[in-house]
Structure formats: structure tokens, C-alpha cells
């Protein structure tokens, strides 16, 4: 009987894009309208290749060690010291992530859809429900990725395509008008919204066919950059950009203008919100799975179950932490900066391992 | 098998020795070797079956020869006329005539003369010991004792009253055979040979209980169903350990992957044609005696929606029933808690009329929505409950009580809004239109768990409640295969056959999901061939 292990290619893609969708699918627009007003939609897209680049580079790392993860292949890379030392960041990173997430999402929530009901009582369910997922293992995450996929990428599309009849391309006049500058400017921040793609990073000893990791992997990233750019678009285009950069989720403003079947469905941003919690959910699972595979892996144990149960009380309580949106904001550019240190610390690692021989083909691991 | 009580746990030994000693049990008496002295061998069976009425013990002598011979048999098993006309009047009355003309019968050439000349039976085997003899004699066979030998003849002469083959009452199609399985498996394996006249079918049967013995026989392909899910189903078949199999959804909870789930793992169908049309997909059918229903395996959720009659009509229309049909169980889990949460958290949502109407037609209902929901959906479950278990007659009552009584009067006095009416029996309908019961009833029951999510958290919950049965559903195996093939692990080409059911042309290959290892169900050369050659005409 053929045993189904490991990673299909196709969950390869659905676990990169939905953890890169997430919270700021809701304000993609407004931060690139904010960085480079009718520019933005270049930002997105450059962004988002940019994006593909890196996690291209990932990717070539991931397969010099095809059966570690990078909490043990940075120690073979680095050293046993300053190895352990980046695992650690990768635990409190995932975790700040997943902290993060939790909180702006029950905050979104509160103001969306349950005005009356505590943010603790949203977050605490909500957490319950991933490690619930999370203990089932990678098969477990990586199915409700790939089954909540096709759902996310329908109704966001929905929202795209039935907003593109009033797109005004007049607000599109004097494109480039401010030159290049400002749109790279603008790429540190919005690469930032990309987040996500170094799940790719804990993939490599658990996928099936892993040549194939680098097409399904970059076209997981594929998704959210057709996806965002159309979003920037269709919002700047509607809206323009200095209105859109004052709304604080122009996605949704965007799924409200939208009335299905003679009016009779008109509240389509109600079921853009339910739908956006799954891709929430499955953001949420990933990350709690990098977390508690990373404490896993550095503390040398093979079951990570135990871990997820010490986690997930840390993680509430980093979220309950901020007092209000501003300190919110502080944690998020907080981890947005791990972030981008873990993601761009790949392209000195590949460096590293070249030159140090370290892993490749005839690495017999 | 020994029919000996096996003692595994040695904390009980002591006490079962104390209680055997009260009431001495038959098998602690006999030894089970049979020996050359017919009397001695009639005696250890009727050391077991004397106490019982309906044992059969018939004494008598082999022609003129003097041989001494018994009949040991169960009045009722066995087809009285096989054991008068083509046992007992052969070796009473014929053989003596034929000894009249010169054939001399001696206690040497006895036992082969009786088996090869005598007994016009088609099946006659032998038994050496009496644990194997009993068992024949059990299952409806008759034991033949011949003086001198330390062995016995079994000669099938099974026959007992027998419910006759008739329309499939849980899997009812309109176009399609209305033949359904009965009790007895050798019944529902020739149903199942009628339909397949492949010899690599093969029907192999164990006996699964201790003390039951129930035949459990399953039924499978040679080369096309894995044999890694053959030997995995015998593995599991093996370590049921239990006195007595009860009925195939007994056999079913034994051996399934995991059983704290609401869903069954295992297709579960009294149809014969479903069963082959499934073995031709490569998966193994289960028949266990004494139960009309057959368990097919591996199964996945999807099969669940599937009725045969899909396969009998146009793919537009069976692909339009079978969306339907995927629509009808979200209603059947979602309808009341998408009311509850609507009404109780976002009423603004409802479009502004028909929230008026809602509000209109509540405003006399005491109870707060979700109370309202769980009282009226108990009662249904109450009323199917009732309807299911009610001799026929009666049932006609129920149907007024819940019509009227719940339904109008409720309204009337108050109880109850009418919309809430509307979605119990839109939940009622749609939960009934899923075609496999263990299915709809698995889903069913999700509601109860929903409503109170949506009570509690509004849309939120239902969510909520959404993606913990998506968490199950993905979780579970049968047998090593994905319960939520092919939607994930995602599989192209399975998906033809899931929410539409395509052309059956198209339909070239075997389904993925089954595990099956010959995966060409129609010849793409000849085909294609053939196509074309059409396509000039």
C-alpha cells in the first residue's frame, strides 16, 4: 500500500501563499498607497519579485540540506554556538508572529464584526483551535492550508475582479511622475507584507518530491503578488491614492462596495471577513508550527506536541501585552524587523555554506 | 480455532477456574481428538449438544454390512429432504441392493466407498478433529460417523428460512437494479458473482468471534485492488479478538481507523451493484453473515454523496444533483447556526425587510434564539428517532404530531417562530438528502456543537465550528487513504468524479484514491481510435 508521506507539490505552494496571506491582507492598499501613493502598485509588484528572489535563494539553501530543517543546518553552517544563537531568533520570531497575528486579528474582528465581545475570549479561542490543528502535525497544517486555499483565493479575486468595472484610470494620470525614487524607497517596507515564505525554510526534510520545491515554492509567492497588486490597484483605482491611504482596511471598504444576486447578497464584506478568518487561521498554524518545531529541533527532541502546550500560554500572553493599535504597531515593526534579518540572513548563509563545503550533494545527511 | 476459552490474563485465571469448577463445562471433558470407535465419537458430540432440542442424533446401520453410522446434524439448519433422499435413503435401502448384485462393503473400503458411490451430495469434506466437525455441524452441515474410522464426513445439506432478495430500503434509486442484499452471505456473494463474471474476483471467507464464528468473507480483484490493502485488511481482521461479531457495523467499529470520530470510515451498502462497481475501483468488500450490508474500503468523504443512480443518468444532471447534494449538507450543518448567529449578533446584515418580518414574528416568542433553536431541532430528532423506531401503523401518527402539533400549533401558542420553523425543516430536508445515513447523521449531529458556537460567538463561532470539522475531516484515514481525497491531498484527476461526476467517456481511469494498481479502466488507444473514426462519418 502506498503510504502518502510527506508534502504534495501543491501543499508546498498552498502552505507558502497562506502564510504569507494574513493580516495586512486587509491594508495592503493603504500601505502602498502610503509609501508611494499612485506608484504603489509598482512597489507591490517589485516587492513581491524581489520577494520571489530571496526565497529563490531560500530555496537553493533548503536543498543544499535536504533532510534538515534550518534549526539544524544553521549549526552545521555556523557553528554549534552561533548556530543555536539563529534558532533561537527563528522561536521568538515565530512566536512574536503568531502573538501578533492573534492580537490584530481579534482587534480587526472586535471593530468587524463583534463589537461586544472581549478580544481575550477571541484570541483564547483561536489558539485553542490551532494547536488543536498544530498537534495533528505538518500533514495536518499542510491540508488545512491546501483546503482552505482555493475558498481564500476565490473571494479575494471576487473582490478584485467585481471592483475592476469601476476602476478610474484617471487616478492612474502622471504615473511615475516623482521618477523611481520613491517606489524604491518604498520596497524595505512593503517587502515586510510578504512575510511569510521562510515557512519554506522548515519544509525541505518533510516535502515528497523535493527537486520540485523551488517552481511550487515560488509559485506560493506567486499568488499573494498577483493577488496584492490587484488589491493596490483596484483600491487606488477606486479610490484613489490619497484616500486610500487614509482607510484603515481599504480591502474591506473594497469587498463592501460589491452586491451580488439584485442586492440581495450586499453585505459581501461580512463574507469576505469570515473567509479572511481562515486565511488568518491557516497564517496562525504555520507560524505556531515553526515555533514549536524551532524549540523542538534546538532542544534536540523529536516530539513537538508537549511544545506546542508551552507555547501557546507564552504567545497569549505576548499578545494581551500591548495596551493599545500603538503599541500594537511597535510589536509589529518589532517582529517585521526579525523578519526581514531572518529572511535576508539566507543569502549570507548560502554565502557560508559554499565556501565552508557545508551541505550540498555530496553531503551525506 | 478452538472452541476452548482462551484465559490471556493470568489475574483472571484463578477466578475463572473457581467459577468453571461449579458448572463443568462439555470442552473440559472430552478430549478433541476423535478416535476409530463410532459410539465414543457420537458421544464426545453429544457431550456438547445433548442439552440442546434441536441437535439431531440419528443412528443407523450402513446397508447390511453391519457398519454401524450416526447422523449428527441441527434441526432447522439443514434441508431435511438432501439428508432423506440423497444421505439416508442411499446408504439404507440402495446400497443393500446393490450388495444383493455381488458389491461386498467391508469395514476397510467403507468410508471411500460411501464418499465416492454413495452420498449424491455436490460438497463433502472431512473432518480429523472435533473442534473442526463441530464447527461444521454448527454452520449447518451434517456430520457423518462411520464405525472404524477416526474421521468424519461433513456433507453440506444447508438450507434454513431465508428472507428473500428485495428492494434496497436504505439506498433507494429510480433507475437502477432494485435488488438489495439479504442476511445470508452465500446469497449476497452469488448476488455479487452475477454481477462480475471475472474469475480474478475473489470471495475469501474467515470466521471471525469466538464463540459467534460469524463468516465474514471479503471480496476483492486480483490485479486491481493493492495487495498491501489486502494484507493490511487481514492484519486488521486478524486482531479482532471478541466473543461474538454482531452485525457488520459492529465488524465495522473493530476495525476501523480511528474511532472517535462522528464519520464513518468505511462505505457501509446494501446494494450489490454499488459493491461491484467499487471492487472494479480497486477497493476490498467486507459481507459479514447475518447482516445486509457490505463495508467497502478504503473510503474517503466524498463517496459519502455518491448514489448509483449517478452513474445511470446524463453526467449534466448527475453532476447538478451531485452539487446539490454537497449544497444540501452545509444547509444540514449550517442553516441553524448561520439563523442563530444572524439574529442574535448581526441582525444587521439580514436585508432590512426580511429582518422586519424576523423581528415581527419573534416578538412573540419568549426564548432568545438559540434556546428557540436547540428546543425545535431536539424535537425533530425527537420525531425522526420516534418515526425510525414506531411499528408501521403507528408511524403515520407521528407524522400528524410533528406536522401539526410542533409545526402550526407551536407557532400558535408562541413557542416558536415560523422562521424558525422554516429552518428546522430546511435542516430536516437537506440532512436527508445526502444519500448514506451514517454519513448524514454524522453531520447532523455537528449542528448541535454549531448552534451553541453561534450562541455564544455569532458568525465568529461558526467559523469556528467550521474549521474544527474541516481539522477532523482532514485528520482522519481509512485505511492509510486521506479521509478529504481529492480535495486534499489535492488530485487532478479524481477531481472528475467529486463535486460534478464527469462524462463517462472521460471516466478512463480508475480513481486514485482507492489505491487501485491497474489504473486503466478503458483502452485511450482504441478509444481515440474509435473517435475519430465517429468523427469522420
Not at chain 2, 422554516?422 to 448541535?448: K, N, Q
Request: charged content about 20%; proline content about 4%; overall charge neutral.
Amino acid at each position: 500500500m502506498k503510504k502518502q508521506q510527506g508534502l504534495s507539490n501543491f501543499q508546498i505552494t498552498a502552505v507558502v501563499t497562506q502564510s504569507m496571506i494574513g493580516l495586512i491582507l486587509l491594508g495592503i492598499a493603504r500601505r502602498a498607497a502610503r509609501l508611494a501613493g499612485i506608484d504603489g502598485v509598482f512597489v507591490t509588484l517589485l516587492t513581491g519579485v524581489l520577494s520571489a528572489a530571496i526565497a529563490a535563494v531560500m530555496i537553493l539553501l533548503c536543498n543544499r540540506f535536504p533532510n534538515l530543517t534550518v534549526i539544524e543546518f544553521s549549526q552545521e553552517i555556523l557553528g554549534k554556538f552561533f548556530g543555536r544563537l539563529y534558532g533561537a531568533f527563528f522561536v521568538f520570531y515565530a512566536m512574536l508572529v503568531t502573538a501578533v497575528t492573534v492580537r490584530g486579528f481579534a482587534d480587526a474582528l472586535k471593530m468587524l464584526l463583534l463589537p461586544k465581545t472581549p478580544i481575550e475570549f477571541v484570541m483564547i479561542t483561536m489558539l485553542i483551535l490551532c494547536s488543536y490543528c498544530v498537534a495533528g502535525g505538518i500533514s495536518s497544517v499542510s491540508r488545512i492550508n491546501e483546503i482552505f486555499l482555493f475558498p481564500v483565493i476565490i473571494v479575494i479575486s471576487l473582490v478584485i475582479l467585481m471592483n475592476m468595472g469601476d476602476v478610474d484610470l484617471f487616478r492612474y494620470r502622471a504615473v511615475f511622475s516623482n521618477g523611481i525614487k520613491p517606489i524604491l524607497n518604498g520596497i524595505p517596507e512593503m517587502s515586510t507584507a510578504y512575510l511569510g515564505y521562510e515557512i519554506l525554510l522548515f519544509l525541505a526534510p518533510v516535502v515528497k518530491n523535493k527537486d520540485k520545491m523551488m517552481p511550487y515554492g515560488l509559485s506560493g509567492i506567486a499568488i499573494p503578488l498577483v493577488l496584492y497588486t490587484g488589491l493596490v490597484f483596484v483600491s487606488i483605482g477606486v479610490d484613489g491614492a490619497l484616500a486610500t491611504a487614509d482607510i484603515i482596511y481599504p480591502t474591506i471598504q473594497l469587498a463592501r462596495r460589491i452586491s451580488l444576486l439584485g442586492s440581495s447578497i450586499e453585505k459581501f464584506d461580512i463574507l469576505f471577513i469570515l473567509l479572511w478568518i481562515l486565511s488568518i487561521y491557516t497564517t496562525l498554524i504555520t507560524f505556531l508550527y515553526m515555533a514549536s518545531i524551532s524549540v523542538t529541533r534546538l532542544a534536540g527532541l523529536r516530539n513537538y506536541k508537549p511544545f506546542i502546550f508551552i507555547l501557546i500560554p507564552l504567545i497569549y500572553m505576548i499578545a494581551i501585552l500591548p495596551e493599545d493599535i500603538a503599541d500594537l504597531n511597535t510589536v509589529v515593526l518589532l517582529s517585521d524587523y526579525i523578519g526581514m534579518a531572518v529572511v535576508l540572513s539566507c543569502i549570507p548563509m548560502l554565502l557560508i555554506s559554499i565556501v565552508r563545503k557545508k551541505g550540498g550533494k555530496n553531503n551525506g545527511s | 480455532m478452538k472452541i476452548r476459552k482462551r484465559n490471556k490474563n493470568p489475574k483472571n485465571r484463578k477466578s475463572m477456574e473457581e467459577r468453571q469448577s461449579h458448572t463443568s463445562r462439555s470442552e473440559d471433558t472430552v478430549s478433541f481428538k476423535l478416535s476409530r470407535d463410532g459410539k465414543e465419537n457420537l458421544q464426545k458430540f453429544k457431550a456438547f449438544l445433548e442439552e440442546s432440542s434441536d441437535a439431531v442424533f440419528r443412528q443407523f446401520e450402513l446397508g447390511t454390512s453391519g457398519i454401524s453410522c450416526a447422523l449428527v446434524y441441527i434441526d432447522g439448519l439443514v434441508d431435511k429432504m438432501v439428508i432423506q433422499q440423497m444421505i439416508m435413503r442411499p446408504m439404507m435401502l440402495e446400497l443393500s441392493k446393490l450388495e444383493k448384485s455381488g458389491i461386498m462393503i467391508g469395514q476397510e473400503n467403507a468410508y471411500d466407498f460411501v464418499e465416492n458411490h454413495i452420498i449424491t451430495v455436490g460438497e463433502v469434506q472431512e473432518a480429523e478433529t472435533l473442534d473442526k466437525a463441530m464447527r461444521f455441524v454448527m454452520s449447518g452441515e451434517v456430520v457423518l460417523i462411520l464405525d472404524g474410522y477416526d474421521k468424519v464426513l461433513i456433507v453440506n445439506a444447508r438450507g434454513w428460512p431465508d428472507r428473500s432478495i428485495s428492494d434496497p430500503d436504505t439506498e433507494g434509486v429510480i433507475r437502477g437494479a432494485k435488488e438489495g442484499f439479504t442476511e445470508t452471505l452465500r446469497t449476497n456473494t452469488a448476488l455479487l458473482r452475477r454481477k462480475c463474471k471475472d474469475p480474478n474476483m475473489v470471495i475469501r471467507t474467515i470466521q471471525l468471534g469466538r464463540r459467534s464464528k460469524t463468516d465474514v468473507a471479503y471480496v476483492y480483484i486480483k490485479g486491481i485492488t493493492d495487495p498491501g490493502l489486502i494484507t493490511e485488511l487481514e492484519e486488521r481482521l486478524s486482531r479482532v479478538d471478541i466473543d461474538q461479531i454482531f452485525s457488520s457495523g459492529h465488524l465495522e467499529q473493530l476495525i476501523e481507523d480511528s474511532s472517535n470520530s462522528p464519520f464513518p470510515q468505511m462505505q457501509a451498502t446494501e446494494r450489490p451493484d454499488k459493491t461491484v462497481a467499487n471492487l472494479m475501483e480497486g477497493r476490498i468488500a467486507i459481507l459479514t453473515d447475518n447482516s445486509p450490508f457490505a463495508l467497502l474500503v478504503p473510503a474517503t468523504f466524498a463517496q459519502f454523496f455518491q448514489s448509483p443512480e449517478d452513474y445511470s443518468e446524463r453526467w449534466i444532471i448527475s453532476s447538478f444533483i451531485r452539487a446539490l447534494r454537497w449544497i444540501a449538507s452545509f444547509l444540514a450543518v449550517f442553516t441553524p447556526a448561520v439563523y442563530i448567529a444572524l439574529v442574535s449578533f448581526h441582525s444587521g446584515l439580514i436585508p432590512i425587510r426580511l429582518a422586519l418580518s424576523i423581528a415581527a414574528t419573534r416578538s412573540q416568542v419568549p426564548f432568545p434564539s438559540i434556546v428557540e433553536a436547540i428546543i425545535m431541532e431536539t424535537t425533530f430528532e425527537l420525531l425522526r428517532e420516534s418515526g425510525a423506531r414506531l411499528p408501521k401503523p403507528i408511524g403515520q401518527t407521528i407524522g400528524i404530531v410533528g406536522g401539526l402539533i410542533i409545526g402550526d400549533a407551536a407557532v400558535r401558542a408562541g413557542l416558536t417562530s415560523p422562521t424558525m420553523v422554516i429552518v428546522v425543516s430546511l435542516t430536516a430536508i437537506a440532512s436527508f438528502v445526502i444519500p448514506t445515513y451514517s454519513a448524514a447523521i454524522g453531520l447532523r449531529i455537528m449542528r448541535f456543537p454549531l448552534m451553541l458556537l453561534a450562541g455564544t460567538l455569532g458568525l465568529y463561532g461558526v467559523m469556528i465550528g467550521f474549521i474544527a470539522i474541516n481539522i477532523e475531516l482532514i485528520s482522519m484515514k481509512s485505511f492509510g487513504m486521506s479521509y478529504m481525497t481529492p480535495q486534499s491531498p489535492l488530485i487532478l484527476q479524481d477531481l472528475k468524479d467529486f463535486v460534478i461526476r464527469g462524462p463517462a467517456k472521460k471516466m478512463r481511469k480508475r480513481p486514485v484514491q482507492s489505491y487501485a494498481i491497474d489504473m486503466v479502466r478503458m483502452d485511450m488507444n482504441e478509444r481515440e481510435n474509435h473517435e475519430e473514426t465517429t468523427g469522420i462519418e
